[in-house]
């Protein structure tokens, strides 16, 4: 049994969640739970796999071997009911870098990307800095159950001649994961307007029971001819840092595309641990990856409990998938910058904007629970301890 109780001191490693909020905000004690990493200690049976290699003392170059080819396959069909073919598979440092190679390789400068609003924020980075026209198409809230406006996405891919469309499933920050209809309409959609599908699976193993992830290759229609999908074992198992993703793209010319554009930016070498781990933790993760999803549960469980009760004015609707708390601030008459000051610099709390997925994130907050409950229990008071103070201002002023 995993404790994943256990507070893990991060502070001074040079971690990006933990080591960058005092600079960022001039502000100390901060407790973050932004970033989407954990602050749990990986499988053990991965850190052992490392620590053979270290042990074996010599870090040259390495290659991706077969044998990791076929473990991908292998927890690809286990876990998602679908098998990529070992060829389809293309491996990258990471997936946002893959995101970039796609944009390059099946797009021209000026041409239109289509992406939700809100999305994972590189999205639209990694359209503007390859100088393509960022468009997007508002995901619809009903009663906080995020849906596609399948209407504006066939609209926006008439209007923009859109070349590109960038997926999230499960989608981050709504945690939402899209059911096998949502999916073959999205492929359908793409179909008729000739449209290419970068799907981003890399939440794929984080979605909770009954929810079922579908991914965009295996939706009950053959999108593959235009269809590529990303994912990586570096969300489900925190090995962020190791840099290992793969792609799995069945259609030969596009694979070749995307080799091609790699290979001319020297972007297809893999840190060799990155590749150990990945192999290890799909053979030998699936276990521990059980326990750590019903941690999830309780975690969300918490958060539930909480605003239910002690943050009345806030509303959050539990995740399908993903470890990523969405929560709406709307009921305050403050703005997106005036929310974070207070949680920041009263609450010592440090949460993503939902403001910066897209505007139709809008006052929401996106509040990472991949930590200790203790840590969550902590997190949460410190929303409340800031908002009791927007409520005593308020009533100030009134
Ligand atoms: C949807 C999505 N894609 C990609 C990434 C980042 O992946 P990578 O570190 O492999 O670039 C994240 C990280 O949070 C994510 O949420």
């Known amino acids: 049994?995993?404790?994943f109780n256990e507070p893990i001191n991060r502070l001074h490693t040079d971690n990006v969640k933990w080591d960058t909020m005092e600079q960022t905000y001039c502000e100390k004690d901060l407790l973050p739970m932004w970033i989407a990493d954990m602050d749990f200690m990986t499988c053990p049976a991965i850190i052992e796999g490392i620590q053979r290699e270290v042990a074996h003392g010599v870090f040259g170059y390495k290659n991706p071997s077969a044998r990791l080819r076929e473990t991908i396959a292998d927890w690809q069909e286990s876990m998602h009911s679908y098998r990529p073919a070992v060829d389809s598979i293309v491996f990258s440092p990471a997936v946002v870098p893959s995101i970039c190679t796609?944009?390059?390789?099946?797009?021209n400068e000026g041409d239109a990307v289509l992406i939700h609003?809100?999305?994972y924020t590189p999205f639209a980075e990694s359209i503007e800095n390859n100088r393509r026209k960022l468009v997007r198409s508002a995901l619809v809230s009903v009663n906080h159950h995020y849906k596609i406006n399948f209407e504006d996405v066939e609209r926006k891919m008439m209007e923009n001649d859109i070349k590109l469309y960038i997926f999230c499933n499960p989608h981050n920050p709504c945690g939402r994961v899209w059911k096998a209809e949502e999916l073959q309409k999205v492929g359908e959609l793409c179909q008729k307007y000739g449209v290419l599908l970068v799907s981003d699976e890399i939440h794929q193993d984080i979605v909770f029971a009954p929810n079922k992830f579908t991914s965009m290759l295996n939706t009950g229609k053959d999108f593959s001819a235009f269809t590529v999908v990303f994912t990586a074992p570096t969300k489900t198992f925190n090995l962020a840092?190791?840099?290992?993703?793969?792609?799995?793209?069945?259609?030969a010319v596009l694979r070749a595309r995307f080799v091609?554009?790699?290979t001319r930016n020297c972007g297809a070498e893999l840190n060799s641990f990155g590749l150990t781990a990945a192999e290890v933790a799909l053979k030998e993760g699936k276990s521990w990856l059980d326990e750590l999803l019903t941690y999830f549960e309780q975690n969300f469980d918490i958060v539930e409990e909480y605003v239910a009760t002690s943050l009345p004015k806030v509303n959050f609707n539990r995740p399908e998938g993903t470890y990523l708390a969405w929560l709406d601030f709307n009921a305050y008459d403050l703005t997106d910058k005036e929310i974070m000051n207070i949680l920041v610099h009263e609450g010592k709390v440090v949460l993503n904007a939902g403001i910066d997925y897209g505007e139709n994130g809008a006052k929401f907050f996106r509040m990472n629970i991949a930590t200790t409950k203790a840590n969550v229990e902590e997190g949460l008071n410190r929303i409340k301890k800031a908002l009791a103070?927007?409520?005593?201002?308020h009533a100030i002023t009134k």
């Open 117 to 119: 609003d809100p999305v």
């Open 102 to 107: 796609a944009i390059q390789a099946y797009t």
């Open 1 to 3: 049994m995993m404790n």
């Open 389 to 393: 103070i927007i409520n005593s201002k």
């Open 260 to 262: 091609e554009v790699q």
């Open 241 to 251: 840092g190791t840099k290992v993703s793969y792609a799995f793209i069945e259609n």
